[in-house]
């Protein structure tokens, strides 16, 4: 997690900060487990249309490698604008 999330409760107990790095790092990974399942279910329900095999044919691969790769790169330029924003109204403070 990173320490400048915590930097505005300095006055804070010190068993409050670690109740609230741990309610952090549990969101965090409430998140990341969402964002994965939702890239799963997405690529899946694009992709996969063919049960006939336990294996996925090339096409279905090719496009889950794909839409993985789409659903990625989307979230991390999400990311980085969620961060210039917060740059930004950070210094208009």
Do not use: W
Request: hydrophobic share 35%.
């Amino acid at each position: 997690m990173d320490k400048n999330m915590l930097a505005g409760l300095e006055g804070l107990p010190e068993e409050d900060k670690v109740r609230m790095a741990s309610m952090i790092d549990h969101l965090q990974m409430r998140d990341s487990l969402r964002m994965y399942n939702s890239l799963v279910e997405r690529c899946f329900n694009d992709c996969v249309d063919n049960f006939t095999r336990k294996t996925l044919q090339k096409q279905e691969e090719t496009c889950v490698q794909r839409c993985a790769e789409k659903f990625l790169k989307h979230s991390i330029r999400v990311g980085m604008r969620f961060a210039e924003l917060n740059a930004q109204a950070a210094t208009q403070d």
